[in-house]
């Protein structure tokens, strides 16, 4: 399944005792669509707040239902903060997370001197300008395989604090700017501490020589502040064999 996701309204992917999750309403409305209970793994555990447009996760059924049954019978209900945009039958041995070999995520950030309430819904705003040069040089850093521990929380669980980025660039558009990061697996609030340390540096509360230091001390304390959960959005998850190849895809 692909999934979309107005973040705002959920305490983040993953099932938790008293908070209403993408997870939970996920696995309530396939429960009432094949009137079986089943548990749904995704590709990846976003934090709250956090949206996406390209979330995958899959579930074990013995629901006779086809594919296309299956999709109009889950979205008649799920809230209409998430909606299943694709549904595929997958491969054996296929699994959501751990099949993944990547994952495109999108930071957005408004410039505007003025408040912007629609927008501001999807992107951090600043109101003064940023130095995105001098951001752009310290994205490109991080392309490659490096030891992100100064962009983890330090409540992360991970057995390893190396990734592997493929991508990392800022994107302007207009009055907006994107920082596109493609990974190969994130740490826990990964993107956001990137997205705040990027901000630091455009906003000349931190040098291109700081951030190039960051990376190599391996420690929280030397990267910048976590950016606001909203502004994040997980726009695609890339698999080897991807079901979904030559259907309905985001990104």
């Excluded at 999934?3 to 008293?18: H, M």
């Excluded at 070999?101 to 819904?121: C, D, H, M, N, Q």
């Excluded at 951030?211 to 190599?216: G, K, V």
Aim: aromatic share 6%.
């Amino acid at each position: 399944m692909t999934l979309e996701y107005d973040g705002a309204g959920f305490c983040g992917w993953q099932l938790q005792a008293g908070g209403r999750t993408v997870q939970g309403v996920l696995e309530r409305a396939i429960g009432k669509a094949t009137g079986t209970a089943s548990r749904v793994a995704g590709a990846s555990r976003t934090d709250a707040g956090v949206h996406a447009v390209g979330q995958v996760a899959h579930v074990d059924t013995a629901s006779e239902l086809a594919p296309e049954q299956f999709l109009k019978a889950v979205n008649h209900w799920l809230p209409k903060d998430v909606s299943v945009l694709d549904c595929r039958e997958a491969p054996e041995g296929f699994h959501a997370r751990f099949s993944a070999t990547s994952k495109l995520y999108r930071y957005g950030i408004l410039r505007s001197a003025v408040r912007r309430p629609l927008r501001e819904a999807r992107a951090v705003r600043v109101w003064r300008a940023l130095d995105v040069d001098a951001m752009a040089e310290c994205a490109a850093l991080l392309v490659g395989e490096h030891d992100f521990s100064s962009f983890a929380s330090e409540h992360t669980e991970a057995r390893s604090n190396v990734r592997r980025v493929t991508r990392c660039e800022l994107i302007e558009d207009a009055d907006e700017l994107h920082l596109m990061i493609e990974a190969n697996g994130f740490l826990y609030n990964m993107v956001r501490i990137i997205a705040g340390t990027l901000l630091a540096v455009g906003r000349s509360r931190m040098t291109p020589a700081a951030f190039r230091q960051a990376i190599d001390r391996r420690s929280r304390r030397a990267a910048g502040p976590t950016a606001a959960a909203r502004g994040l959005t997980l726009l695609r998850v890339r698999y080897a064999e991807d079901p979904r190849s030559g259907t309905f895809l985001i990104g």
